[in-house]
């Protein structure tokens, strides 16, 4: 992180001593941590807050004033050592314990794009426009395909089916020069909206395309009088749950093994529709 930051991480320790995430890390102000605790330990009312590693011994001081004897435990306050990472890699915990994938070890997890490329990225997204449209039944089979690409759990095309044949169901598609660039699906329920699934096509990641469909969703689910929208994310699924929080959703709950393939939790987030979203 930044010289006035800290990169964190937020986790439950289970009986076997496990650790597992409950909302991916991010980058924060320090200043933003104590704040940002709480909204963590409010789903996990019954754990006790500790902070760990060379971010907590940084920032003690700031920590103990907000969660006394937090940091009582000086644990790993001096960094990482090579027998902490050789238990990371034997755990075979997986995303769900913030650790990478099978087969994605060597994938940076945090990299901050250069000015530059965001500037071309942004130009070239502009000279072709996003276009959202309804979904059909004729568009399952595409949509399936794009969803078993994007997801380990991927929803079935009878599944689809199911969902757009409910009245109740809002499901769009985002197209880029003719070409499917994504696809979401919101139920309504009177005051409640469920944000179901949401996906964006490889090749157009980071051009706009989950904000238009997160933002078309909302509108919709407000204008059918829904008073608060609320989705399931993966806890590993830190670039989902960072567009989340920039659109004011917050977390809401979190559902233990929810998602399997591989097993892993959900964080439950939401945000009221009582303001305009974005």
Known sequence: AGRLDVYAGFYRAGARGHATLVAAPRELRAE?????AAEVHALLPDHAVRFVGPGAGRERERLEAAY??????????EGLS???????????????????AAGREDAPVYVR???AEERVRHAANAAVPLALRDMTPADVASVA???REVFSDAWSEGFFHDLLARGVTWARIAERGGALAGYALTVVHG??????NIATVPGQRRAGVARALLEDAMHEAAGRGAGRIALEVRVSNDAAQALYRAYGFRH??????????????ALVMARSLGS???
């Open 32 to 36: 933003a941590i104590a704040g940002a």
């Open 68 to 77: 006394p004897s937090s940091t009582a435990h000086a644990f790993r306050h």
């Open 82 to 100: 090579a027998l902490d990472l050789a238990a990371a890699v034997r755990s075979g915990l997986g995303p769900g314990a913030g650790l990478p």
């Open 113 to 115: 794009s250069a000015q």
């Open 145 to 147: 395909a794009i969803e």
């Open 191 to 196: 005051a409640e909206a469920d944000l179901e």
């Open 252 to 265: 809401a709950g979190l559902r233990r093994g929810y998602y399997q393939h591989p097993d892993e939790d």
């Open 276 to 278: 305009t979203p974005g």
